[in-house]
Every structure is written in structure tokens, then in C-alpha cells.
């Protein structure tokens, strides 16, 4: 089993700026990827972003690429969430996810961990 832990979240203003961390604990070497989503009462979970755990692949939901970077520390098993230009519409609950298999992993049912949230509110 892999644990995964948020932190980071918080209130920041329009146009500002967060990182989110994801610590990783158990046994993170079953892990070949990690990503991003979020979600807004009512709606469902949405991808963020996702990168492998060698760094080679890297995809970002349209919403926030040039905006939004995710990186990871393999030394650390930990994964970032660089988000730069916050927007009111990035309010959300963040899960950060880790996914045992190959694959791109830009829906919910790819991965196989997910942590407990944190959550991200922008004001205006």
C-alpha cells in the first residue's frame, strides 16, 4: 500500500500564487506515476496534472497549463504542484493520486492511491 499526504493548500488572492506537496510513503517504488486533481462541491473530480515517476512524461488539463507545474522529488518521494496566476475557478478541494501501471493517466479510474485533499480557495 501506498499513503499519500497533502499539504500546502490554503487562501490566496486572484493572480497569486500556491505549491502543493505530496508525500508519499509504503511501498512507493510500485508507483510509476502521480498526479493532480480537483474537485468542486457538486461537480465531478476534474485531472489537473500528471507526471511519471522518471520525470519523461508530463500532461496538464488545458485549464491550467502555462500556469500550473508539477514536478517530483524522487529522493523525497514527494510531488509538487507549482500553480502560479491563481484564478478564482481554481477554488477547489486538490487530491493528490499515484497510479501503479503504465498509461497516461488522465482519469479518476487510473489511479489506484489518492490522498485526502487539500483544499485551495482564491479570492477575488
Known amino acids: 500500500q501506498v499513503q499519500l499526504v497533502e499539504s500546502g493548500g490554503g487562501l490566496v488572492q486572484a493572480g497569486g500564487s500556491l505549491r502543493l506537496s505530496c508525500a508519499a510513503s509504503?511501498?512507493?517504488?510500485?508507483?510509476?506515476?502521480m498526479g493532480w486533481f480537483r474537485q468542486v462541491p457538486g461537480k465531478e473530480r476534474e485531472f489537473v496534472a500528471t507526471?511519471?515517476?522518471?520525470?519523461?512524461?508530463?500532461s496538464y488539463a488545458d485549464s491550467v497549463k502555462g500556469r500550473f507545474t508539477i514536478s517530483r522529488d524522487i529522493a523525497k518521494n514527494t510531488a509538487y504542484l507549482q500553480m502560479n496566476s491563481l484564478k478564482q475557478e481554481d477554488t477547489a478541494v486538490y487530491y493528490c493520486t499515484g497510479r501503479r501501471s503504465l498509461g497516461r493517466g488522465l482519469r479518476v479510474d487510473d489511479y489506484d492511491y489518492w490522498g485526502q485533499g487539500t483544499q485551495v480557495t482564491v479570492s477575488s
Open positions: 509504503g511501498r512507493t517504488f510500485s508507483m510509476f506515476r
Open positions: 507526471i511519471s515517476w522518471n520525470g519523461e512524461s508530463i
